[in-house]
């Protein structure tokens, strides 16, 4: 347990950020110029900028983000807590917005952009994952410094988190129910919940492609969680029976269960680490703890694709 205190460096004066969430106005720079400009510099980078601000700082807002880290406790490890904790956020916004281009992608029967997009989304996963490596250096007595700053927070009411979940079909009206005081928050989690997954877009498609599915599955209420389906597992088992790179469908359902696979391995890691650190204690986001986190560590987005397996031979 760390027992001093943390120093933290000053990095940005507060008072000069420029507030507000529109971008920043820039200019563009092209081949020809960027060019110019190397030969004026000499090759060396450019270190004269006008104004108060440079471009880096411009394109995405950086002094602004850097100026969004505020443990409350004191305590040495909430740092490190705050920053993951964030760096997590904006990983989840990158996970879907992919997820939310390959079901887009899925709609057109566009298979080989869906298969590049979900590559990038397991990969965004992974990197997930490895987060819990840096998070997991906090110790039980390290995160109890901090914990009752949190108060009810948890990641629970994490709504980019929930728009993950959605768009691989994990609905749930109760947990979407924690929003919906927010009005900045709740039309998009409301519409998401109210929308096909991806993988109900790929059911569709895989209708579209002649594999015979239930009609309920096609169209049904999709604020309901997904229920797994005997003609999906059919459709799913025909197709593995061409398991060759020029099977696309094949290609999409390995696609698929990598990226379960992958997810998986993030909540049972999250499910450990919290194991380890408050052991049976109920979380600050009003659940059991461990004993949630268990139950939704058994959780697949893509059943067939796991029932299946018992068939193959
Ligand atoms: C040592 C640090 C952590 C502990 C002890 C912890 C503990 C918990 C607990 C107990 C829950 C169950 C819900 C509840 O709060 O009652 C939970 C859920 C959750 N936590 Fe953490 N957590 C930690 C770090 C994080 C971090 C850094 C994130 C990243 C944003 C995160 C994201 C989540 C999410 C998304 C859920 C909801 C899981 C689901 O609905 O499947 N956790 N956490």
Redesign the pocket.
């Known amino acids: 347990m760390p027992n001093f205190k943390p120093q933290t460096p000053k990095i940005v004066d507060p008072e000069g950020v420029t507030l507000g969430i529109e971008p920043r106005p820039m200019d563009q720079t092209t081949d020809t110029t960027r060019a110019d400009k190397a030969l004026e510099t000499g090759g060396e980078p450019t270190v004269d900028f006008m104004g108060d601000t440079n471009p880096y700082i411009n394109y995405q807002s950086i002094d602004l983000l850097l100026s969004l880290q505020h443990p409350r406790s004191g305590a040495y490890d909430e740092m490190c807590?705050f920053v993951?904790?964030?760096v997590?956020?904006i990983l989840?916004k990158g996970l879907h917005f992919e997820l939310f281009n390959a079901k887009a992608r899925i709609q057109e029967d566009e298979i080989d952009d869906a298969l590049m997009l979900l590559s990038r989304s397991t990969e965004f996963v992974y990197l997930l994952l490895k987060?819990?490596d840096v998070?997991?250096t906090?110790s039980a007595e390290g995160?109890n410094q901090f914990?009752d700053y949190l108060d009810?927070a948890?990641?629970?009411?994490?709504f980019?988190?929930?728009h993950v979940?959605f768009v691989l079909g994990?609905k749930?009206k109760q947990?979407a129910s924690a929003h919906k005081n927010v009005p900045h928050v709740w039309p998009h989690i409301k519409e998401a919940l109210e929308a096909p997954s991806l993988y109900d877009e790929i059911i569709r498609c895989l209708q579209r492609q002649g594999h015979k599915i239930d009609e309920e599955m096609l169209e049904r209420d999709w604020t309901e969680p997904y229920p797994a389906n005997e003609s999906v597992e059919q459709a799913w088992f025909d197709i593995y029976q061409d398991p060759s790179t020029s099977n696309r469908l094949y290609q999409l359902g390995e696609a698929l269960i990598n990226l379960d696979d992958a997810i998986s391995q993030y909540?049972w890691r999250?499910f450990v680490?919290?194991s380890?650190?408050?052991g049976y204690?109920?979380?600050?986001?009003?659940?059991?703890?461990?004993g949630?986190?268990r139950h939704?560590?058994e959780?697949r987005y893509f059943p067939e694709l796991w029932s299946l397996r018992t068939r193959m031979g």
């Open positions: 807590f993951m904790g964030q997590k956020e989840f987060t819990w998070v997991g906090i995160f914990r009810q948890s990641g629970q009411l994490s980019m988190y929930r979940e994990n749930d947990l909540r999250h680490l919290v380890k650190t408050i204690k109920p979380g600050t986001g009003g659940s059991d703890g461990v949630w986190l939704t560590a959780l």
